[in-house]
């Protein structure tokens, strides 16, 4: 009998969702939310019966018979940091999600719309590689000084299913691979991942590793601290500086790396200089990570968004190729992501973690 899973994935103003069997895409759908529809809502939790009905609304639209369903994946949120893998959705879980202990963000809808659908269809309930994934070694938590230590956020979801992909073109396991991921979307993350665990990669929420559209990246550290204490900042204003309205934004007044890469190629000089420092960052990023793993590489694999661009694959390439082969899986892929964890939740109840607050 084959498994048919039902993805959810609120972002910021949308709501992704999509039905899979055996890993054959049923049907995607992606909800817009505007501003003016949002607003009424002070908190991530309360937009919940809001976020559902649209869901509900887009099933019915489709006559999409919830008995066929298997199980419903949800897009983890902001939980305590946790190992990578497949999480049934608990009571500790929808606690921590409603009270936002650990902030807010979207994703935090997703596992409790996915309980709630579960419970309903009577099928289980599940996330997986949610963004606080940590599975950081000791070395790479230090941070110099004993009041900080590395923390770990990052595109877990979309890098996890990247390094497994290549896994299974390969005839390898995941857990017997060398590989480093690099994620480039509005936010950019490295990660090196090895013997199936991300043993290392830049916290790429709020102000660490290479720049990207709208987040600084690391930035230098004594003119940041200049700048905090000068009175011409907020608080709100200094972390909106490195994400939101940091790389691209600021350089260039633009979020879009298509336009970034049409005002390179029509000659703009200035788009020039900033194109190439983030194709030179991101593998300064790369050779960083190979050199903490010996140079010991079985490939490197580029994602998200901006590895649709031609231009930047072959720049990367030419910087990194001579680590280790190069390939490209374009795009976030977050809904067969989903899907695919569901799949082996399913398959192999055993690998399914439990979550503890």
């Not at 999509?18 to 505007?34: I, M, N, P, Q, Y």
């Not at 529809?37 to 869901?55: D, V």
């Not at 960052?281 to 010996?294: D, E, R």
Request: glycine fraction near 12%; charge should be neutral; proline fraction near 4%.
């Amino acid at each position: 009998m084959p498994f048919t899973v039902l993805v959810i994935n609120p972002g910021s103003t949308s709501t992704k969702i999509g039905a899979f069997e055996d890993g054959r895409e049923l049907f995607t759908e992606s909800v817009c939310h505007s501003a003016e529809e949002l607003a009424p809502f002070h908190t991530i939790a309360s937009q919940f019966a809001f976020r559902e009905r649209h869901i509900r609304d887009a099933l019915a639209a489709r006559g999409f018979d919830a008995k066929r369903l298997s199980a419903v994946v949800g897009r983890g949120g902001l939980l305590k940091p946790i190992p990578g893998g497949v999480y049934r959705v608990n009571d500790a879980m929808t606690a921590t999600m409603r009270e936002a202990r650990f902030g807010e963000h979207a994703s935090n809808l997703g596992a409790l719309i996915a309980e709630a659908l579960g419970k309903e269809f009577g099928v289980p309930s599940f996330i997986a590689d949610p963004v606080v994934v940590d599975e950081l070694e000791p070395v790479a938590r230090v941070a110099g000084h004993k009041d900080f230590s590395r923390l770990s956020i990052f595109h877990a979801l979309n890098q996890k299913a990247c390094a497994r992909r290549w896994a299974r073109e390969n005839g390898k396991a995941y857990e017997d691979s060398d590989l480093i991921v690099v994620h480039m979307g509005g936010g950019v993350s490295v990660g090196l991942h090895r013997k199936g665990r991300v043993v290392d990669v830049n916290q790429a929420l709020n102000g660490e590793g290479p720049f990207s559209p709208e987040r600084s990246g690391t930035l230098p550290a004594g003119e940041l601290v200049k700048l905090c204490f000068s009175g011409r900042k907020t608080e709100k204003e200094v972390l909106k500086m490195i994400t939101g309205q940091g790389g691209f934004v600021s350089l260039l007044g633009t979020n879009d790396m298509r336009e970034v890469e049409r005002r390179h190629k029509a000659g703009d000089a200035e788009a020039t200089l900033y194109y190439e420092a983030f194709i030179y960052n991101v593998a300064k990023a790369v050779g960083a990570l190979a050199a903490a793993n010996s140079g010991k590489l079985d490939a490197i694999i580029l994602t998200g968004g901006i590895a649709y661009g031609k231009d930047v694959v072959e720049g990367l390439a030419a910087r990194c190729g001579w680590i280790a082969p190069i390939v490209v899986y374009p795009g976030e892929g977050e809904l067969e992501a989903l899907a695919a964890a569901g799949m082996r939740a399913l398959s192999d109840p055993s690998c399914v973690m439990e979550y503890s607050a």
